[in-house]
């Protein structure tokens, strides 16, 4: 019975995964970096996956950058911390969501589709702020 039960556990956390959101990519990586994904902290590498309600975490002298489904680019300096609270990237549907949380650091976007195609869906928080981007390439430092 203990092992049926730990397959099913096991299953339905690969599952989830499948499932999960899927946002972007790392195409680069410089320092100690790391995604905090359901309470679990992992290192950073060129190619990783960062899903919706990913966390990445820079540390002194890092910085990440990553590369959206829709194209959009964002860099994350040192000493950062970078959530990603909402993802949705379906043309097809009609349906798109980029909102992001930078609760310290600095980050550099150059936006992709979604801020085109639906500028209201792009939202980019940083502590006492949410930001509606209109433009198409930005700087934000939150201290």
Do not use: W
Not at 2 to 14: A, N, P, R, S
Request: aromatic share 10%; hydrophobic share 45%.
């Amino acid at each position: 019975m203990l092992i049926k039960t730990l397959y099913l556990i096991i299953c339905l956390g690969i599952f989830s995964l499948v499932l999960a959101n899927e946002a972007a990519f790392v195409k680069k990586s410089k320092g100690d970096a790391f995604v905090l994904r359901d309470s679990k902290e992992f290192k950073i590498s060129v190619g990783t996956k960062i899903f919706e309600k990913d966390t990445i975490i820079t540390k002194s002298k890092s910085s990440v950058g990553l590369i959206f489904k829709d194209d959009t680019r964002i860099s994350i300096g040192a000493n950062s911390r970078f959530e990603i609270e909402e993802y949705l990237f379906e043309p097809e549907n009609n349906k798109e969501a980029f909102v992001t949380n930078l609760a310290k650091g600095s980050i550099e976007c150059i936006t992709g589709l979604i801020s085109k195609v639906n500028p209201e869906a792009f939202q980019m928080k940083a502590k006492t702020a949410t930001m509606g981007i209109r433009g198409t390439h930005f700087i934000v430092r939150v201290d």
